[in-house]
């Protein structure tokens, strides 16, 4: 079993920063993939951001320039610095881990941004 805890939510203005962290524990297994997803009141959960083991990143296309994924494997941990923030970025914020057989979502952490 994994479990995952995000962390590193809160209240911000627009244009500024907060760095989103997702710990993993259990069994996580090597090559896995990580990645951020987010969902606003009333839409959908859409992809945000994902990242491989081997440090290959990807990015939905409103958070382009703006938001960095990067992943520590020895502490199983990822992390989401979103820069510039704007009101549309308000949402939960969830933490997503693939493994070749199973795929888990932490709890979810919720990002405000005021304008």
């Known amino acids: 079993q994994v479990q995952l805890v995000e962390s590193g939510g809160g209240l911000v203005q627009a244009g500024g920063s907060l760095r989103l962290s997702c710990a993993a524990s259990g069994r996580t297994f090597n090559n896995n993939n990580m990645g951020w997803f987010r969902q606003a009141p009333g839409k959908e959960r859409e992809f945000v951001a994902a990242?491989?083991?081997?440090?290959?990143?990807n990015y939905a296309d409103p958070v382009k320039g703006r938001f960095t994924i990067s992943r520590d494997n020895a502490k199983n941990t990822v992390y989401l610095q979103m820069n510039s923030l704007k009101p549309e970025d308000t949402a939960v914020y969830y933490c997503k881990l693939t493994t070749i057989s199973h795929v888990y979502w932490g709890q979810g952490t919720q990002v405000t941004v005021s304008s």
């Open positions: 990242i491989t083991w081997t440090g290959s990143t």
